[in-house]
Nanobody
Framework: VQLVESGGGSVKAGGSLTLSCSVS????????MAWFRQPPGQGREGVAA???????GTADSVKGRFTISQDKAKNTLYLQMNSLKPEDTAMYYC????????????????????WGRGTQVTVS
């Protein structure tokens, strides 16, 4: 299974970006998937997740601004980010859980066993 993120870049505060995570070797809609981010010098933080039934979860820090979605035809996971703030600056990773996980673990990095290499988002 391989995950490849794209769509990062530099944007001014208040702007928007859409991140994509292309999935190969598995089906995006059949797994628990999530977006995480890691600011410089800090730990990895769960941002948004979606389970195999399409139920989504969003971290309080980005609720109302970020939206996770899937395109089954393209086998791709997305993260729409609006009203970006400087504190959103981080490396963003998508992750896939090959085995079932609990909802309470959806923002725990150790629950996911497949990771992309990340895409950098910088907000100034």
């Amino acid at each position: 299974v391989q995950l490849v993120e794209s769509g990062g870049g530099s944007v001014k505060a208040g702007g928007s970006l859409t991140l994509s995570c292309s999935v190969s070797g598995d089906t995006v809609s059949s797994r628990y998937m999530a977006w995480f981010r890691q600011p410089p010098g800090q730990g990895r933080e769960g941002v948004a997740a979606v389970d195999s039934d399409g139920r989504t979860g969003t971290a309080d820090s980005v609720k109302g601004r970020f939206t996770i979605s899937q395109d089954k035809a393209k086998n791709t996971l997305y993260l729409q980010m609006n009203s970006l703030k400087p504190e959103d600056t981080a490396m963003y990773y998508c992750a896939l859980a090959a085995s079932p996980i609990r909802v309470s673990d959806e923002f725990r990095p150790s629950a996911y066993n497949v990771w992309g290499r990340g895409t950098q988002v910088t907000v100034s």
